[in-house]
């Protein structure tokens, strides 16, 4: 096992989830003695800690078909899910931004808006 995939495990712990969990909803928590210079396994293991929690959480609300714990816990899976999960948001993304483009075009086209003249005398 190469040192990222033990960084990997780690950071898919549930302990290493419950300390940044915590770190970040407390704010007091430091999750390593110190606060500059960080390593680089350090920052490896800051990268994969909120992939993980966004995968589990994923999991946990039955957000994506394929997700289960086998594909968390397997890094070559793991990893080609999360580029198929990115290409789905990404192409989710570009359709939104379609449909606002053709919304506003057609609130700027005068033609389709009735309007009413009140009188009130």
């Not at 033990?6 to 290493?16: E, G, T």
């Not at 990893?79 to 053709?102: Q, V």
């Amino acid at each position: 096992m190469n040192i990222e995939q033990q960084i990997r495990k780690l950071a898919r712990s549930i302990y290493y989830q419950n300390i940044y969990k915590s770190a970040k909803e407390i704010g007091s928590i430091q999750i390593f003695a110190n606060n500059t210079n960080l390593s680089g396994l350090q920052t490896l293991l800051l990268f994969w800690l909120p992939i993980y929690e966004s995968l589990y959480t994923d999991l946990h609300n039955k957000e994506w078909r394929y997700l289960d714990e086998k594909v968390i816990e397997d890094d070559c899976r793991c990893d080609a899910f999360l580029y198929w999960r990115s290409k789905i948001k990404e192409a989710e993304l570009i359709n939104h931004k379609k449909e606002e483009k053709k919304h506003k075009l057609k609130l700027k086209d005068k033609s389709n808006v009735t309007t009413f003249d009140i009188d009130f005398q």
